[in-house]
T-cell receptor
Framework: QKEVEQNSGPLSVPEGAIASLNCTYS??????FFWYRQYSGKSPELIMF????GDKEDGRFTAQLNKASQYVSLLIRDSQPSDSATYLC???????????FGDGTTLTVKP | EAQVTQNPRYLITVTGKKLTVTCSQN?????MSWYRQDPGLGLRQIYY???????DKGDVPEGYKVSRKEKRNFPLILESPSPNQTSLYFC????????????FGDGTRLSIL
């Protein structure tokens, strides 16, 4: 079992729809959870981070964390073609150097 | 401008010829890390550094060396490159090793023939 697993893609949604990206992790010691967006040929850029159970909203993006279920998700509301990218889930333990990424989910938003 | 700078951006070389990829950050971050990215495999951590003179192995350290003599620099060394090290490499940094997002460099595409 991979340490961080993301829902297999590619994911395609129409413009204006909600895109839902999911991530599960195996290490219960994980404390910090991050979503990065990566356009083709570019470096990852931070979209959201979350540390506590519940929801965290930032504009059109909502991150959801459930530590009991070892599950973190990213919702993108009113999806735009510019949201088309690969989304990487990353997990970090507390005060440790290891950082584990999922394989990514490629999202396509169709106009 | 806050940034992580990698050099070179692109390199084609041959098996066995030692090479170094440099990484420098201007944000006074304690934590730095190297990743490789291969198609369909996300980012895999090679080495990381919690602070000056403190380095440790990630998930795929074989064939790589690092050093952290100064806070801002974290070079990745391939002493005897092989074709299976052909990949896209990213350097990243963050304030600490804990709950901080990482800032990534623009990447280095290495081709080992």
């Amino acid at each position: 079992q991979k340490e961080v697993e993301q829902n297999s893609g590619p994911l395609s949604v129409p413009e204006g729809a909600i895109a839902s990206l999911n991530c599960t992790y195996s290490d219960r010691g994980s404390q910090s959870f991050f979503w990065y967006r990566q356009y083709s040929g570019k470096s990852p850029e931070l979209i959201m981070f979350i540390y506590s159970n519940g929801d965290k909203e930032d504009g059109r993006f909502t991150a959801q964390l459930n530590k009991a279920s070892q599950y973190v998700s990213l919702l993108i509301r009113d999806s735009q073609p510019s949201d088309s990218a690969t989304y990487l889930c990353a997990v970090r333990p507390l005060n440790a150097g290891k950082s584990t990424f999922g394989d990514g989910t490629t999202l396509t938003v169709k106009p | 401008e806050a940034q992580v700078t990698q050099n070179p951006r692109y390199l084609i070389t041959v098996t066995g010829k030692k090479l170094t990829v440099t990484c420098s950050q201007n944000m006074n971050h304690e934590y730095m890390s190297w990743y490789r990215q291969d198609p369909g495999l996300g980012l895999r951590q090679i080495y990381y550094s919690m602070n000056v003179e403190v380095t440790d192995k990630g998930d795929v350290p074989e064939g790589y060396k690092v050093s952290r003599k100064e806070k801002r620099n974290f070079p990745l060394i391939l002493e005897s490159p092989s074709p299976n090290q052909t990949s896209l490499y990213f350097c990243a940094s963050s304030w600490t090793a804990s709950n901080q997002p990482q800032h990534f460099g623009d990447g280095t595409r290495l081709s080992i023939l």
